[in-house]
């Protein structure tokens, strides 16, 4: 009798050290368990970001070759204009005679060209007039930039060469255009839409003069612009 409860004691501990070893066991499969799904979540967030940062360089890839595109088709575009632009240089519309004027608001000492009678468009503007001093350009003549337009023709002071800043928006650069007065102002005549300024948006343009002189007499007026090409 005594030996089979010392028996049944010896199968109670021998029980609960089964216990106590699956209870470990399965500790141990758990805590195994738990460092893998961290690690596998670790791996799932690292995977996320490298693939976040992956769609971000690929936008700013895409980026850079739109702007890389864009950048070549306005350079093809400004070379067609300075070509264009080389060829008027040597035709009436570029040089026509120079314009002098001698107060504000009195007629011009040369002979006015006529109107053209074909156009595309004729638009309102309000003008104002430049040179290439450092006053108006802040360029002085021993820049290599003096005199150099954003279209690249370069205005020679002194040869008659008739060019006014536009808007692109507006007039597209190369544009041939015919500048007339209105209410009295003196007609600018035929000109080439070859350069831009800051000042210089929507419907305002600027004429250039030979003199600064002749700038500041100008002001700013109403006159009209017909588009020819």
Request: hydrophobic content about 35%; some cysteine; overall charge neutral.
């Amino acid at each position: 009798m005594q030996e089979s409860k010392m028996a049944k004691g010896y199968k109670r501990q021998n029980s609960i050290a089964m216990q106590s070893v699956g209870l470990a066991f399965v500790t141990v499969i758990c805590c195994i368990l738990g460092v893998e799904i961290f690690r596998w979540e670790i791996t799932l967030e690292n995977e996320k970001k490298e693939q976040e940062i992956y769609a971000r360089n690929m936008e700013i890839i895409n980026v850079v070759e739109k702007v890389k595109e864009d950048w070549k088709k306005e350079k093809e575009q400004l070379e067609i204009v300075k070509a264009k632009l080389a060829e008027e240089t040597t035709k009436k519309v570029v040089t026509p005679s120079t314009v002098q004027y001698t107060s504000r608001g009195s007629s011009v000492d040369r002979t006015v060209e006529e109107a053209p009678t074909e156009y595309k468009e004729v638009i309102e503007v309000k003008a104002t007039a430049y040179c290439l001093c450092k006053k108006c350009c802040g360029k002085s003549e021993d820049n290599p930039a003096y005199g150099v337009t954003r279209s690249g023709l370069k205005i020679i002071p002194g040869t008659g060469m008739k060019v006014i800043a536009v808007d692109p928006n507006i007039i597209p650069l190369g544009s041939k255009v015919y500048v007339e007065g209105v209410d009295g102002v003196p007609t600018y005549g035929y000109a080439v839409a070859a350069d831009t300024g800051s000042a210089i948006k929507n419907y305002k343009i600027d004429l250039y003069m030979d003199s600064h002189e002749e700038t500041v007499k100008w002001g700013i007026r109403n006159m009209k612009v017909y588009v020819i090409e």
